[in-house]
């Protein structure tokens, strides 16, 4: 479904992300880990094209893209950041923007919004101001509004980091239920591998913008080749083995 090589990236003479080759399948979720500074953040913007890399090659679908994305291609991805980045308006006005960018019918709108609100428990707050919600509130109006697009792949990025703990904890186990029901492939940037180990069947590690593992997440757990990914892993190795 997605597929990269050699992806490099470089930002005032600086590289950013060196010899980057990564893939997604259909109906795959896979994580994006690393101490900070690692480069997530800056492969997830290249691969949901928000960033064009320096040299490398991308493909979506089996279709080669250079230069910016078609907008048809675009409009496949939805991508969800770690601030809610709403619109100053009523929630539903916030799930329905892409859908009435694409031109849908109002009766469509509203049963799809309708769905996805219900999906995530929000359907209530409907009609409330965006800009009164609570953090987590706010970030399930953000997954709606991007799985209300029906995406072939969503890009989340540290999408729990600033919510507390049993607000992150409910989020996760609804987004962990949509995810495998609708079958959507997804790629997870967090620091917590928690969420790795929660959400994703693959997790890839990067160090100093260098994938140095690419594994399932227990089996990197279990054991890594590399000092630099045991030395990153060493304290969620420990958490795991408590909660074991």
Request: overall charge neutral; aromatic content about 6%; glycine content about 6%.
């Amino acid at each position: 479904m997605l597929l990269a090589q050699n992806i490099c990236w470089q930002q005032d003479g600086k590289d950013i992300l060196k010899d980057i080759d990564f893939h997604l399948k259909k109906g795959e979720i896979v994580g994006l880990v690393g101490p900070n500074g690692s480069g997530k953040s800056s492969l997830l913007k290249i691969l949901s094209f928000l960033e064009e890399p320096t040299s490398g090659q991308l493909a979506f679908q089996g279709k080669e893209i250079t230069g910016n994305a078609p907008l048809m291609i675009r409009r496949r991805i939805a991508v969800v950041f770690q601030e809610s980045l709403l619109f100053n308006t009523t929630v539903f006005e916030n799930v329905a923007s892409g859908l009435r960018i694409r031109g849908l019918a109002k009766r469509d709108i509203k049963h799809r919004v309708e769905k996805w609100l219900d999906s995530f428990g929000i359907l209530h707050l409907v009609n409330q101001a965006a800009n009164s919600l609570s953090g987590g509130e706010a970030q399930r109006v953000s997954l709606a509004r991007a799985f209300v697009l029906e995406p072939d792949i969503l890009f989340l990025d540290e999408p729990f980091s600033a919510l507390d703990t049993p607000t992150k904890e409910a989020l996760i186990d609804d987004l962990d239920k949509i995810l495998n029901t609708t079958k959507t492939a997804a790629i997870l940037v967090s620091h917590d591998f928690r969420d790795i180990l929660r959400l994703t069947q693959r997790a890839v590690v990067l160090i100093n913008g260098r994938v140095e593992a690419d594994n399932m997440p227990v089996a990197l757990l279990n054991g890594s080749s590399s000092i630099q990914v045991e030395n990153f892993l060493a304290h969620w190795k420990k958490e795991w083995k408590k909660s074991s």
